[in-house]
């Protein structure tokens, strides 16, 4: 099966400016997910989507970062304006259960590795 | 607020001897636990979990994890390490409402 598409996959960009990362999950999974990894660091959870409701967006710093997945399928994540600190691969995942079912587990799409300058 | 521990942010191992990365976790109720692992310039891709049943379970390439609910850990294992299995493995806990904590990652490095 396809995996968990991301584009792009490296973007460089001047603090201030704005950027928007594109996730595609994979065909089925009703959940979507993410996180936020900086360097040394694991990832941070930033946003969880349930088809296309927000479940948990506790973390995601609203003054500056956007979400959403409309039609429950791919989904966008901008940053408006960057900071130094937002650099960062920004991680998307997908899974097919439901939150507490034994077959949860996530699928990782290989990142979007952002450096802000 | 749940957590996890990665106490090692490197483990070195020759190849063929067993190995052991260690996490800790801390979360309210029954902990569901994963096991990532990632290579360089890839995502993350799931290793093995835990949800129920089983203290001992076993994953993908040989690996196997041990979950122990008085010391709250899940250390992963695996017999006899490959030069292969040299990556960055991260362990994580999900609470019931699929909210998923890493840990900061441990850097396993097989010597020949």
């Known amino acids: 099966e396809a995996g968990v598409a991301q584009s792009p996959r490296y973007k460089i960009i001047e603090k201030r400016q704005s950027v928007a990362f594109w996730c595609n999950p994979i065909?089925?999974?009703?959940?979507l997910y993410w996180y936020q990894q900086i360097l040394g660091q694991g990832p941070k959870l930033l946003i969880q989507f349930q088809n296309n409701g927000v479940v948990d967006d506790s973390q995601l710093p609203k003054d500056r970062f956007s979400a959403e997945r409309l039609k429950g399928v791919d989904s966008t994540l901008k940053i408006q304006p960057a900071k130094l600190e937002d650099s960062a691969v920004y991680l998307c995942?997908?899974?097919?259960?439901?939150?507490?079912?034994?077959?949860?587990?996530?699928?990782f799409g290989s990142g979007t590795q952002l450096s802000v300058l | 607020a749940q957590s996890v521990a990665q106490p090692e942010d490197q483990v070195n191992v020759a190849e063929g001897n067993p190995l052991t990365v260690k996490c800790t976790y801390s979360v309210s109720g029954n902990p569901y636990l994963f096991w990532y692992v990632q290579y360089p310039n890839r995502g993350l891709q799931f290793l093995l979990k835990?949800?129920?049943?089983?203290?001992l379970v076993k994953g993908s390439y040989g690996f196997e994890a041990e979950f122990n609910k008085s010391q709250t850990s899940f250390h992963l294992k695996k017999p006899s390490a490959l030069v292969s299995d040299s990556a960055l493995y991260f362990c994580?806990?999900?609470?019931?409402?699929?909210?998923?904590?890493f840990g900061d990652g441990t850097t396993l490095t097989v010597k020949p």
């Open positions: 065909s089925g999974h009703a959940t």
């Open positions: 994580a806990v999900r609470d019931r409402a699929g909210k998923s904590t």
């Open positions: 835990y949800i129920t049943g089983d203290n």
């Open positions: 995942a997908s899974s097919l259960g439901t939150p507490g079912q034994d077959n949860e587990k996530l699928f």
